[in-house]
């Protein structure tokens, strides 16, 4: 037990380290954002290519020092209750944007609303995470399906798979780690699944995956459906005082 609370000692200052480092960074990825858009209309279309590349640079790294703000929880969130199936719906054509035209998204669930307590933003950065690792799985193509259903039991469920390389039995003993990550460094931060496992596990959640290599992976989240009674005014992170009963 002193070794696992040493080792989460350590993941925190690790996670305070870098939203220190990625907030001031962000704000300079601002900045170059903003100037690479001011150029874009000014110069040559030769240049307007090596402009585009900047943009797609800075806007990769704005990504990835999101990705460790919100590992960090470096932002105050707020905690509402929102419709899991109308979020995987109205992510759908974003995501879409986020894959290769080699690549079918597939949305579907039930018409019922699956109300849960989250954070709207948080459950839109899972769906891109999950999105993204299953895009870089299948470099050839493929499909993904992401579904949202009610299993017996008062939780909503989200499951996206997809056909792609599969994962060994190492790196699925790895995957939720913190800064474990297959990828080469410049796209892999490793920090996709931990942050994943981090929101589900905040709002009192489960994930599980299911992987064979050369099949598909499937990942599948658990979120408590919120009461029908529940108090539907937003709240803070750390939930309301006060059950409902
Ligand atoms: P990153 O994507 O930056 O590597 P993640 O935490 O999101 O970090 O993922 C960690 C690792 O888990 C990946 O590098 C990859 O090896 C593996 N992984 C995650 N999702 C999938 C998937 N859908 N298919 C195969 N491997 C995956």
């Given at each position: 037990?002193?070794?696992?609370?040493?080792?989460a000692k350590r993941m925190e200052s690790l996670g305070q380290?870098?939203?220190?480092?990625?907030?001031?960074f962000n704000n300079l990825l601002a900045i170059i954002l903003n100037y690479a858009d001011f150029l874009i209309d000014e110069v040559t279309p030769e240049g307007r290519k090596d402009l585009a590349r900047i943009r797609d640079a800075a806007d990769r790294a704005r990504d990835l020092t999101g990705q460790l703000l919100l590992f960090a929880k470096r932002?105050?969130?707020?905690?509402e209750t929102v419709d899991l199936k109308e979020v995987v719906d109205c992510s759908g054509e974003l995501l879409?944007?986020?894959?290769?035209?080699?690549?079918?998204?597939?949305?579907r669930g039930q018409p019922e609303p699956l109300p849960v307590r989250a954070n709207r933003g948080h459950l839109d950065q899972i769906l891109l995470n999950l999105i993204v690792n299953a895009r870089?799985?299948?470099?050839d193509g493929g499909v993904i399906v992401m579904e949202?259903?009610?299993?017996p039991g008062d939780n909503a469920r989200l499951t996206v798979s997809d056909t792609g390389c599969g994962m060994t039995a190492e790196v699925r003993d790895r995957l939720f780690e913190p800064f474990f990550t297959t990828?080469?460094?410049?796209?892999?931060?490793g920090l996709g699944l931990a942050t994943v496992y981090g929101i589900v596990a905040d709002a009192g959640g489960q994930i599980s995956v299911d992987s064979s290599p050369g099949v598909g992976t499937t990942f599948r989240i658990l979120l408590p459906?919120?009461?029908?009674?529940?108090?539907?005014?937003?709240d803070t992170d750390d939930g309301p005082a006060h059950g409902h009963g």
């Amino acid at each position: 037990a002193i070794e696992r609370s040493a080792r989460a000692k350590r993941m925190e200052s690790l996670g305070q380290l870098a939203g220190g480092v990625a907030h001031d960074f962000n704000n300079l990825l601002a900045i170059i954002l903003n100037y690479a858009d001011f150029l874009i209309d000014e110069v040559t279309p030769e240049g307007r290519k090596d402009l585009a590349r900047i943009r797609d640079a800075a806007d990769r790294a704005r990504d990835l020092t999101g990705q460790l703000l919100l590992f960090a929880k470096r932002q105050p969130t707020q905690v509402e209750t929102v419709d899991l199936k109308e979020v995987v719906d109205c992510s759908g054509e974003l995501l879409r944007r986020s894959i290769g035209a080699n690549i079918q998204l597939i949305c579907r669930g039930q018409p019922e609303p699956l109300p849960v307590r989250a954070n709207r933003g948080h459950l839109d950065q899972i769906l891109l995470n999950l999105i993204v690792n299953a895009r870089d799985a299948m470099p050839d193509g493929g499909v993904i399906v992401m579904e949202t259903d009610r299993p017996p039991g008062d939780n909503a469920r989200l499951t996206v798979s997809d056909t792609g390389c599969g994962m060994t039995a190492e790196v699925r003993d790895r995957l939720f780690e913190p800064f474990f990550t297959t990828k080469p460094a410049d796209q892999g931060t490793g920090l996709g699944l931990a942050t994943v496992y981090g929101i589900v596990a905040d709002a009192g959640g489960q994930i599980s995956v299911d992987s064979s290599p050369g099949v598909g992976t499937t990942f599948r989240i658990l979120l408590p459906l919120a009461a029908e009674s529940a108090d539907r005014a937003p709240d803070t992170d750390d939930g309301p005082a006060h059950g409902h009963g």
